[in-house]
């Protein structure tokens, strides 16, 4: 997990940086803003998952 993490820092930074670049600060932060959106989602939906409710009904 923590190597993942910082292969997507790495990997953000240098895409924002990039962006930043082509077309500017605003849509930079977009790339962040975009980024950290479909984490949250991600997230979300892979807790639903890993609940303790699932847990119980699987097992």
């Known amino acids: 997990m923590i190597?993942?993490?910082?292969?997507?820092?790495?990997?953000?930074?240098?895409?924002?940086?990039?962006?930043?670049?082509?077309?500017?600060?605003?849509?930079g932060f977009g790339v962040t803003l975009a980024a950290g959106a479909a984490v949250l989602l991600c997230a979300w939906g892979c807790s639903r998952q890993l609940s303790p409710q699932t847990a119980m009904h699987t097992a």
């Open 3 to 27: 190597t993942g993490l910082g292969i997507g820092v790495a990997a953000g930074a240098a895409i924002a940086g990039w962006v930043i670049d082509i077309a500017g600060v605003q849509q």
